[in-house]
């Protein structure tokens, strides 16, 4: 796929596009206020560098990785230059690659303020 599809609401966000993403990640689970744009180049610690459960083909990953810095995270990436990481309070985090990540970010921070 080109892109995943996510789809945030009052309610929280769903992450599609294949098999392993999630039918809806609570907003209240959501730490928006620690959400950031960022480029897995410039920032390699947050990069996927082992599949636990996923798919991992050149442009596209998706599923469970495991970050280099340890980190577990739900992962759903087309382009690893404009990634918005969306930590959780339940012990892992989110790396999306939406099609407008300069609009999605304060998408997600109104749905989920919380640091």
């Given amino acids: 796929p080109k892109r995943a599809l996510y ?3 009052p309610a929280g966000i ?3 596009g294949d098999i392993y993403g999630r039918r809806l990640i609570p907003a209240s689970e959501l730490r928006g206020g620690a959400a950031r744009i960022l480029d ?3 920032e390699p610690d947050l990069a996927p560098r082992w599949r ?3 798919t991992g083909l050149p442009g596209y990953r998706a ?3 495991r970050l280099r ?3 577990t995270a739900l ?3 087309t382009d690893t230059h404009h990634v918005v990481y969306v930590p959780t309070s339940r012990g892992f985090a989110l790396l999306l690659s939406p099609a407008e990540p300069d609009r999605f970010l304060p998408a997600i921070r109104r749905v989920a303020p919380a640091s």
């Fill in 52 to 54: 636990t459960m996923g």
């Fill in 63 to 65: 599923g469970w990785f």
């Fill in 75 to 77: 992962v759903s990436l």
């Fill in 7 to 9: 789809e945030l609401s």
């Fill in 14 to 16: 769903a992450v599609g």
């Fill in 40 to 42: 897995l180049d410039r």
């Fill in 69 to 71: 810095n340890g980190e």
